[in-house]
């Protein structure tokens, strides 16, 4: 049965006809002293597969409980152990200013990319753990479940360094897989997330 | 009453769905410019909502266009609904850019242009064109304005053509975060001088 509105199909064969929007909510995760916060295809309601073209990950004033600390990420694409482990290669680069004004600078941090590597990709570095101290930001993933290219993604993270200071930090790089992806895994380099928001986003192809 | 179409439940008690994949990106405001000092976001005015309804907007600029040459275009922050506006703001820039010509190519930081615990208004790009086709364009996530828990950070982009002789196509990023653990509800856009001879600010929250 159809729902025809003044010769408009409102909804039809099950779903909406209408356009509903292109970027459609998936998944929100809460950290409250978590280890981490694993984004995985086919649990807890998480889609990460062929469902969407692009997957956005936001995250909001994620805060860690040690301080001093890196945020960072790795992929899976294991269909159940999920071992997070996928070799990676990446570009890092961050724009920093203090709030006592005598650092200002733009650079490639070396140290915190990654050349077919296996281990985390650093997404912020020496994020504090001061009260109001936190990070913000997104993270794009694109064609995850394609069996044929590896995967890009690039983030652009905002925070405050331990050393009071305003960080913008741009990783961009792939996952040198020709593997699906099906699993996200985000965490601090020590200790726990405090807490803090990830979001999971799908952004339709049409 | 529920709306269900090939045994899919489309509609119910007066809403959509929850199985429904809906759009996550809700335009709340757009703000026209006509040779206007300022656009401004103010929660509860105007039916813009700038509270703890959503964890992020975006504010997206369309062809801003400054009646003054070489103005710079800025934002500032308000917590108080905007009686005030000029809150500690510490914030990075830089640039890349490139002139007409093909020359003077360069990525840099903007050290003249950022902003430390600032309470001024702050810059999101560097001086802009003022000629009749020249203006500037981009976006601003602020995210998570209502904590009172942590600093609001924000990321910028501007795309814009610069005042200059041989004018430059640059690329502007701004990140930072306002200095503060009160709730932000109001932000304001501006140029450095003159108005804001006309453009479009469009302000989204993000579910």
Known sequence: ?206 | MGLISNGTTLLDAGAIDSGVPTGAMTLIKTLTASSSGTLSFVDGAASVVLDGTYKEYIFKFYNMHPGTGAAKFRMIASADTGSNYGVATTTTMFEAMQDEGGSNETVRYEDGDDAAQSTSAINISTGVGADADECVSGDLHLFDPASTAFVKHFISTTQFVNNSGTPYCKITRVGGYVNTTSAVDAIQFSFSSGNIDSGVIKMYGIK
Do not use: C, W
């Open chain 1, 1 to 206: 049965m159809a729902i025809i509105s003044n010769a408009v199909t409102i909804a039809d064969a099950g779903a909406f006809s209408l356009n509903l929007g292109s970027m459609v909510l998936i998944k929100t995760l809460t950290a409250s002293s978590s280890a981490n916060l694993a984004f995985v295809n086919g649990a807890s309601s998480v889609v990460l597969d062929g469902t969407y073209p692009t997957y956005m990950f936001k995250f909001i004033n994620i805060h860690p409980a040690t301080d001093d600390v890196f945020f960072q990420f790795n992929g899976s694409d294991d269909t159940s152990s999920h071992a997070y482990n996928i070799t990676k290669t990446t570009t890092n680069f961050s724009a920093e200013h203090n709030e006592g004004d005598s650092t200002a600078q733009l650079g490639y941090v070396a140290g915190d990319d990654l050349a077919q590597a296996t281990g985390y990709q650093r997404l912020f570095n020496g994020v504090g753990n001061d009260n109001d101290g936190s990070l913000s930001g997104e993270l794009f993933l694109f064609s995850p479940a394609n069996t044929t290219f590896v995967k890009h993604f690039m983030a652009r993270v905002g925070g405050h360094r331990h050393s009071s200071a305003a960080l913008d930090s741009y990783v961009a790089g792939y996952f040198n897989t020709a593997a699906a992806i099906t699993a996200l895994n985000f965490q601090m380099s020590s200790g726990n997330i405090d807490a803090g928001i990830i979001k999971l986003y799908g952004i339709k192809a049409s």
